[in-house]
């Protein structure tokens, strides 16, 4: 049974940064694309960001591009989002997801029916 597990979320202020991480028990997430989603109050899930297996590959849902950074760190087995100079639009729940696949390229990857495995989430909350 894949396992994804979210840390790192909190309580911040407008401008500040914060770094997410998911990990997997059981599994290699080198394996897998990867992919970070939020969900605010009141709204449906939305893309943030996504990762190909080896990490060449990156893309970015706009309002958070040039501020958020996905990466891999896969001698802990982990994919990190850094996010800086958040902003209280921000505030959601964030979710790591995961894509088994043998392709390396993100094809569609803010379609959320195409992962596997989701994390139960981390709340990033942004005072303005």
């Known amino acids: 049974q894949v396992q994804l597990i979210e840390s790192g979320g909190g309580l911040v202020q407008a401008g500040d940064a914060l770094r997410l991480s998911c990990a997997s028990s059981?599994?290699?997430?080198?394996?897998?694309?990867m992919a970070w989603f939020r969900q605010a109050p009141g709204k449906e899930r939305e893309f943030v960001a996504a990762?190909?297996?080896?990490?060449?590959?990156?893309e970015y849902e706009v309002s958070v591009k040039g501020r958020f950074t996905i990466s891999r760190e896969n001698d802990k087995n982990i994919v990190v989002l850094r996010m800086n100079n958040l902003k209280a639009e921000d505030t959601a729940v964030y979710y790591c997801a995961a894509d088994f696949t043998f392709s390396d390229s993100l094809n569609g990857p803010s379609d959320q029916g195409r992962y596997h495995y989701w994390g139960q989430g981390t709340q990033v909350t942004v005072s303005s």
């Open positions: 990762i190909s297996r080896s990490g060449s590959g990156t």
């Open positions: 059981g599994v290699t997430l080198s394996l897998f694309n």
